[in-house]
């Protein structure tokens, strides 16, 4: 996904109306209810210039001829300022709170399909963006998305105050009102330059907000890396660099709003005096009522407003649809998972899994998997050995439907993992990798993950995992928040509580990415030796006896555990059978289970 937007720079402001009408068509009701707050307000606005008209030839003028005024005209205007004010406010509120609740619902409902579609998504797609990339998308992108309906409202009111301030100027004087209508054009082309120079930048600051954010996270997640190479100050300078950049760029983009904006108010007030000097002249020949020439020199003081009110619109544009595009990116993104209707076995017997010929690559990359084919059957372990880069976490990721072969098929008790229903396959089988992901939680809260279980299944599945000991230490036991990414334990002890979140869900069948590599061998024995006689012994299963294994391995002693040994080289099976018959007869085999054990002599 790029970052550049490649659409001409002339397409901003009909794409940006385009989304407008994607949040009306939405939330039309509350948009509705917005307009008609705007509306009202510009009514009322308009309706000011009328009551200062009025006031201005019914009393200031005879008040300032008779040297006198009368107590109910004066209570008369009183009264007409005020409820004009009331009514207008009663239009500011429904305005700002129909916005509000607008643009707040619309960034909620993307929000929540952008995270809807990171998890429709399979791992493969993730693979090809960047953490922090994907993080503006759910967070700043959305909000520029949206940031127009800000202002929308308030556009949409005053384009009525407009039209009824226009009709207003021209029912009180054809003359003065078309020499005040003189002034619309120029803030027409003043609008129109503005964002000419200004959109190009607003759309670089967007993408380099993204970029900025990218970085941090990079940055953040590979702290051990900085820290531990000295790297510091080579990362502080990449964030500097680009900070300065978006820094740069939104002062440019200040630079000209500085000036547009002086430039938008004074034009109004060049109106405003040509309105005058004409109308001295009329008022002196008796064209024209004083009240009329305060009537339209007020008009056209407030007209401006709703001609500065579509320029922020505007000036929303280039960053809206920007965002808007990048997040359109992420929903239309394809590849999802697709499932079918096909419900798993509800037997306390374990799975029997069947990987028939499947291969694999990423997106313009090798080859991982070609033509692996083998059987788990019900109760058994079968341990995947090979060396690195031979397929096999690639072969784990499959297993666990986190992505799905090109070529071939895997098959749960005969049913291809691809016609089951969403979720059926997460409850039969269950993954532990290599990384242990600990979330800033108690560790109950780490191992149930909202699953009803009993703090008595809980320790259970601790003590298979050979957790039990450490969680007792712990100052709360259950209830002890580890922090986050569990900060407070060592790797083995997070592995171990990794496995211990898959043994409470029972599964029928367990997948280990070389689940133990953190623990010392001692451990690694025991937590196998209890896996194998709780799911023999029916301790795992409520009563089965057939849980089944699959176990990334690379020590000879855990090795020695299976029933099965799956010999993967170069993305292939090279060959298949037990520990002790594959160190017989395959020698690259003994040769690789062999260099865990003892110490190449150079």
Do not use: C
Not at 180 to 186: G, R, S, T, Y
Request: glycine fraction near 8%.
């Amino acid at each position: 996904m790029s970052d550049e937007d490649p659409t001409p720079q002339r397409a901003t402001t009909t794409d940006g109306f385009k989304v407008l009408g994607v949040a009306i068509r939405r939330e039309w009701a509350v948009f509705t209810l917005s307009a008609l707050g705007s509306a009202l307000f510009g009514a009322l606005t308009v309706a000011d210039a009328w009551v200062l008209g009025w006031s201005t030839d019914h009393v200031l003028v005879p008040a300032l001829r008779d040297g006198e005024i009368g107590a109910g005209w004066l209570w008369a205007v009183v009264g007409l300022f005020v409820g004009v004010a009331i009514l207008r406010a009663v239009g500011v509120v429904a305005r700002r709170l129909g916005a509000g609740v607008m643009q707040y619902r619309m960034q909620a409902h993307s929000r929540r399909a952008v995270t809807r579609q990171y998890l429709a998504l399979p791992l493969a797609w993730h693979h090809r963006h960047p953490t922090g990339q994907l993080l503006s998308n759910a967070n700043s992108d959305v909000e520029a998305s949206w940031a127009p309906i800000a202002p929308l409202p308030m556009a949409v009111g005053t384009l009525a105050m407009m039209v009824i301030a226009i009709g207003q100027m021209f029912w009180t004087d054809v003359v003065l009102a078309s020499v005040a209508i003189l002034v619309f054009p120029a803030v027409v082309v003043a609008n129109l330059v503005f964002q000419h120079f200004s959109s190009p930048l607003m759309t670089r600051a967007q993408q380099l907000r993204a970029e900025l954010s990218g970085i941090a996270h990079e940055s953040f997640d590979g702290a051990l890396v900085v820290k531990t190479l000295g790297r510091e100050p080579e990362e502080t300078t990449r964030f500097r660099d680009k900070a300065q950049e978006l820094r740069d760029v939104n002062i440019r983009a200040g630079r000209i709003r500085a000036a547009f904006d002086p430039i938008l108010a004074s034009l109004p007030n060049v109106g405003v005096l040509a309105v005058l000097a004409v109308g001295v002249g009329r008022v002196s020949s008796g064209a024209a009522a004083p009240g009329d020439v305060v009537q339209i020199a007020f008009l056209l003081t407030i007209v401006a407003f709703p001609i500065r009110s579509f320029g922020w619109l505007l000036g929303e544009f280039p960053r809206s649809v920007v965002g808007y595009r990048r997040v359109q990116r992420v929903l239309n993104a394809t590849g999802r998972l697709t499932y079918g209707k096909a419900r798993t076995s509800r037997e306390t017997t374990g799975a029997r899994l069947r990987v028939d010929g499947i291969s694999y690559a990423y997106a313009d990359g090798p080859t991982l998997l070609d033509g692996v084919d083998f059987e788990v059957e019900p109760g058994r372990t079968v341990a995947i050995v090979g060396e690195t880069a031979s397929g096999k976490s690639t072969l784990t990721m499959l297993l666990a439907r986190l992505v799905d072969p090109e070529k071939g098929r895997i098959t749960l008790d005969g049913t291809d993992l691809r016609d089951l229903d969403a979720g059926e396959w997460a409850r039969v089988a269950a993954l532990v990798p290599q990384t242990a992901f600990v979330f800033d939680d108690s560790v109950r809260g780490n191992v149930t993950l909202g699953a009803d279980v009993t703090d008595d299944e809980v320790w259970s599945a601790l003590k298979a995992a050979q957790a039990d000991g450490f969680v007792t230490a712990l100052p709360n036991g259950l209830d002890t928040t580890l922090g986050e990414r569990g900060a407070s334990l060592s790797g083995g002890q997070r592995q171990r509580l990794a496995l211990a979140r898959a043994l409470v869900r029972r599964p029928r069948l367990l997948i280990l990415d070389d689940a133990t590599s953190a623990v010392d061998p001692e451990v690694e024995q025991r937590i196998l030796a209890a896996l194998r006689s709780s799911a023999s012994s029916g301790e795992l299963r409520d009563g089965a006896n057939d849980t089944s294994l699959v176990v990334v391995a690379y020590r000879k002693a855990t090795i020695a555990l299976a029933d099965e040994v799956v010999h993967l080289e170069g993305g292939r099976v090279l060959d298949r059978g037990t520990h002790t018959e594959l160190l017989a007869r395959d020698e690259s085999y003994a040769r690789l289970v062999n260099a865990y054990e003892t110490p190449e002599v150079v």
